[in-house]
């Protein structure tokens, strides 16, 4: 004997139906078959809809009931042909019948008792049962059609009765041992207690009965025939690699049905697990599919971890007190008032110092376990012994589930890890001694983040995915956007990076796709995108609550730079080209740096200081290899460079300057290059790198441009530059006659800071530094006289996009 149970997508409409009846067919050839229906998909909600509304007074649970009867006729005329049909719609019709009285009741009474509830739903898979059966024998295939209230013999708790199993094996056997046809249907879900009287399984009862038949018959085997084809890794809904489990033990996937993994009803392993029958999950649209195996001995995949899973709608209650500890019982009257109310635990954690309990409960129950706890205790908490009962809401659990976790030190340790990571805060932890599964209470603002981000560590090992919310697509943006376009296919295949740019904006659109924007045509829609303010840009990336989120900076906004501490303390990393926020108050720069820290994520701003030029990095490391910083010099300013190298006074220092902002090396004001206030914040943020606590009035700025320049509008300043060339001029010649050059240079020693006009000579390492270059020397305890020294180009779009690029990077890998 083998049993299949097919649930209401399986037999959701006529065509479906016939798909149902081919399976069947097939399997026959193998053995006798009893299959077990729900009640077509949706027709359940629609009949507790009906009685509700009756219940109310509401005449429409009529019209309810018409839709429900005109589907089932409906069913019917598709299924059977023309001249089989009058029976079995006389038979939906009085069913049918039966309802409308059952709830013309309620409606009289204004009542749906919990008893009359049954009776109402179990209507559905009477229904169903009886069409299907009616079908199989149209389709040639004998079958006859059984109650399962004849069968499954329940107490009287009507919603989620529980089965007398020495009676119900009785009437299974007898029943089966009887019966000649090879085909048996049978409705699911439903039952009956010792007055007859029908009693339901549960919400999923279907499966259920299916396992009670199997177990009380020693079947060979027990499908589940559904809409997936198997028990998942986790929700494919929320997770979008999720993948088929091909064998689990009973163990384990109890504890994943248990922890909301919606194709199993929780009961239906224990029939089964006893007599050792195997359990197969099956898709009725995929019957190729091989499915997933659940048995007693399953060999390891390799992968310690079979499924995730979670549950909401979780309240946290706890209750202590220092009267808790050392004080026998304290567990037993908890527990024992939770249970005389009725109120099932879901989760327990108990620090060792017995200072406090922490129970998990379904959110609704909530309330009424407060009140009968704080009942049990009155008199503890009257005398201050205990606090009264404290509630958290809006939770839920997330669990790890598999046999082998046990033998695989650091499993929790990389769960908490990767949550931490990524912004997760876990309020609560369960463990069993099985270590067959681990169980962390999230905010259920978190979980979908949570089941993605653990599932990316212990299954997607293939890649990580990364999500970008990008302001500013000037030159940099653009040539960032660009570099990324052309290296995706080769950040997956080498690095195993899947980066999606999920947010752009400007000062006028934002654009947002959870799908991740095209980069061959960002340009068009951002143009077609949202007029959102910079907060609501930052409100939708919090909101969003994405995993391994990256915020970038690429702008030179005062605004834009003070919203990085809000996307830190939500774990979201900040690479920053923007110089702002690193050369702001050092309490501000100290402020995010410290966030980073605590909210595991980072904050990056590699191109603040010699665009892609390695200088931060370098920093860095010498800082945390134990070195010490004794003295800085550096230029650090391309555009300054550019314009003293290409200065000699055959052309004006004006056209020299213009030639700079043409070719892109400047600010659209070049007094803010011109005036050594960039340089000022390049030295800073290496002096701050270094340990100083050091702000811009405290550097000593030596500057070259006229007070005159400094007035007016850029089209003015141009002007002024021409009328002051002698001043310029005379600056080459002096340097000339001294045998040197003119270079912008940057100092750092003993916690000052100074920028300046210098003569450089022949013999000096800032000598030798042409066009656009930048060249920052370290002097160190372990480089005192030879400095370490990071040269090249530091200024272009270009070269720049690629800094920030890499600070992208090198985000993922945190």
Not at 265 to 274: D, E, K, R
Not at 628 to 638: C, M, P, Q, T, W
Not at 752 to 779: M, R, W
Request: aromatic content about 6%; overall charge neutral; proline content about 3%.
């Amino acid at each position: 004997m083998q049993v299949l149970k097919f649930g209401g997508t399986s037999v959701g409409s006529a065509d479906t139906i016939k798909q149902v009846i081919d399976i069947v067919k097939n399997k026959l050839e193998k053995d006798k078959t009893i299959v077990v229906v729900s009640a077509l998909g949706g027709t359940t909600d629609a009949l507790i809809n009906a009685g509700n509304l009756a219940s109310k007074g509401d005449e429409s649970f009529r019209q309810e009931l018409q839709k429900i009867e005109q589907r089932h006729l409906e069913a019917v005329k598709q299924l059977i042909p023309v001249q089989q049909q009058s029976s079995v719609l006389s038979l939906v019709k009085k069913i049918c019948n039966e309802i409308e009285d059952v709830c013309t009741g309620a409606f009289l009474l204004s009542e749906l008792s919990v008893k009359t509830k049954d009776r109402v739903v179990s209507f559905g898979e009477l229904l169903s049962s009886r069409i299907i059966a009616a079908a199989f024998n149209n389709a040639g295939v004998a079958a006859v059609w059984k109650d399962a209230r004849e069968l499954i013999l329940t107490n009287s708790n009507f919603g989620n009765a529980v089965v007398q199993p020495a009676e119900t094996k009785n009437r299974i056997t007898a029943f089966v041992a009887g019966c000649k046809e090879s085909l048996i249907i049978i409705p699911g879900f439903i039952a009956a207690n010792s007055l007859n009287e029908t009693t339901t399984l549960g919400r999923g009862g279907s499966d259920y009965t299916a396992a009670i038949l199997a177990a009380s018959l020693d079947a060979s085997v027990l499908e589940i025939w559904t809409d997936v084809s198997g028990m998942m890794t986790a929700d494919p809904r929320w997770v979008g690699g999720a993948k088929v489990i091909p064998a689990i033990s009973y163990q384990e996937a109890m504890e994943l049905s248990h922890f909301g993994a919606k194709v199993l009803y929780p009961p239906t392993i224990q029939p089964v697990l006893g007599k050792g029958i195997p359990l197969v999950i099956k898709n009725t649209f995929a019957p190729g599919d091989a499915g997933t195996f659940i048995g007693k001995d399953v060999a390891s995949n390799g992968n310690p971890v079979r499924g995730i899973s979670s549950i909401s709608n979780l309240a946290l209650l706890s209750l202590e007190g220092s009267g808790m500890v050392g004080v026998p019982g304290f567990s037993k009257r908890l527990f024992e008032a939770l249970s005389l109310a009725g109120i099932n635990v879901i989760l327990i954690t108990q620090g060792s110092s017995e200072h406090s309990i922490c129970v998990g409960v379904e959110a609704p129950a909530a309330i009424r376990a407060k009140e009968v706890i704080d009942s049990a205790f009155a008199d503890e908490i009257r005398m201050e012994k205990v606090f009264p009962l404290r509630i958290e809401t809006e939770l839920s659990i997330v669990a790890l589930v598999g046999e082998n976790m046990k033998s695989h030190p650091g499993i929790s340790g990389r769960m908490f890890g990767v949550l931490g990571k990524n912004g997760v805060n876990v309020r609560a932890i369960a463990q069993g001694s099985s270590e067959r599964n681990i169980s962390a209470v999230v905010s259920t603002h978190d979980v979908r983040k949570a089941i993605n981000v653990l599932h990316e560590e212990f299954f997607e090992t293939t890649s990580k995915h990364i999500h970008l919310f990008i302001a500013g697509v000037g030159n940099v943006g653009s040539k960032l956007l660009q570099q990324l376009q052309q290296q995706l296919a080769w950040l997956s295949s080498d690095l195993r990076l899947n980066i999606k740019v999920i947010g752009l904006a400007n000062s006028r659109k934002v654009l947002i796709s959870d799908e991740g924007i095209d980069l061959s045509n960002w340009q068009e829609a951002l143009k077609n995108g949202e007029t959102l303010g910079l907060q609501e840009y930052v409100n939708t990336i919090i909101s969003k609550n994405l995993r391994n989120a990256i915020f970038v900076d690429i702008t030179a906004s005062d605004a834009v730079a003070g919203v990085y501490d809000q996307l830190l303390q939500k774990s979201i990393s900040v690479v920053a080209c923007n110089k702002v926020a690193a050369s702001s108050t050092y309490g501000y720069y100290k402020k995010l740096k410290d966030l980073a820290r605590a909210y595991n994520c980072q904050f990056l701003f590699e191109t603040n200081v010699g665009a892609a030029l390695p200088v931060i990095g370098t920093l860095n490391d010498l800082m945390r290899s134990g070195d010490k910083i004794n003295r800085i010099e550096a230029v650090l300013s391309g555009t300054l460079n550019f314009v003293f190298n290409n200065y000699d006074g055959s052309r004006s220092f004006a056209e020299v300057v213009k030639q700079a902002q043409d070719e892109g090396y400047t600010e659209p004001d070049p007094r803010l290059d011109l005036s050594g206030k960039d340089v000022m914040r390049k030295i800073m943020i290496l002096a701050r790198e270094s340990g100083a606590e050091l702000e811009m009035e405290d550097i000593v700025c030596n500057g070259f441009l006229p007070e005159s320049c400094m007035e007016g509008d850029v089209a003015v300043f141009y002007k002024e530059m021409e009328k002051q060339e002698p001043h310029f001029k005379s600056l080459y010649d002096k340097a000339v006659t001294a045998g040197s050059k003119l270079k912008f240079v940057a100092r750092y020693e003993d916690g000052k800071a100074s920028v300046g006009l210098q003569h450089i000579p022949p013999q000096h390492d800032l000598y030798h530094l042409y066009g656009k270059d930048n060249v920052v020397l370290f002097y160190t305890a372990r480089y005192p006289e030879q400095p370490l020294v990071v040269k090249g180009a530091g200024a272009g779009a270009e070269v720049t996009a690629s800094g920030v690029f890499a600070d992208i990077i090198r985000a993922t890998a945190f």
